[in-house]
């Protein structure tokens, strides 16, 4: 096989972006679009009402018992997580979120709108995540942000295993 050289690889590229959508999906509800210089994100394309089921979360199951990679992860029972596919694993977190996170089907996931959604608008939800020592600092830019992608009972968890971190290094 020839190695591909970069404007090969560049045109290539270009024609599988056109023709298979990949971190490019669209339809008329949502669509991924680009947040700054390398962050993604999941936009409305129309207005949705409260209450209104903006995404249907479908994708990878993953047996709980086997599993130990990302934790960027949904959980759909005791014995399964979902991993979702295009477009909602670009969904990012928010402290003031737009939508949450319901148990659609068995094993789908539904985002449904908790305000009033304008067209163009980011569609986020609270992750929730539990305390531990690689979760991120959170940067939803919310004037109610609590500092960290944890559920808001973990908060003070996470500010003790940060302080802890800070001390060993
Ligand atoms: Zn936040």
New binding site residues.
């Given amino acids: 096989m020839t190695p591909l050289d970069k404007k090969r690889r560049k045109k290539l590229q270009a024609i599988l972006d056109k023709n298979h959508g990949y971190r490019d999906y669209h339809d008329n509800d949502v669509a991924v679009g680009k947040i700054g210089k390398y962050g993604s994100g999941v936009f409305a394309q129309r207005q949705f009402l409260p209450g209104e089921l903006v995404i249907e979360v479908h994708g990878q199951l993953l047996s709980q018992k086997n599993y130990d990679g990302s934790s960027y992860v949904m959980e759909v029972n005791k014995d399964w997580f979902l991993e979702p596919a295009i477009p909602a694993a670009f969904l990012n977190?928010?402290?003031d979120p737009n939508c949450e996170l319901v148990h659609l089907t068995k094993w789908t996931m539904g985002l449904v709108a908790i305000c009033n959604i304008e067209a163009e608008t980011q569609i986020t939800f609270d992750y929730r995540w539990t305390a531990f020592e690689g979760v991120p600092k959170?940067?939803?830019g919310?004037p109610v942000?609590?500092?960290w992608?944890v559920a808001a009972e973990d908060v003070k968890k996470m500010e003790r295993i940060a302080k802890r971190k800070k001390k060993k290094s």
């Fill in positions: 977190h928010s402290c959170c940067q939803c919310s942000c609590r500092g992608v």
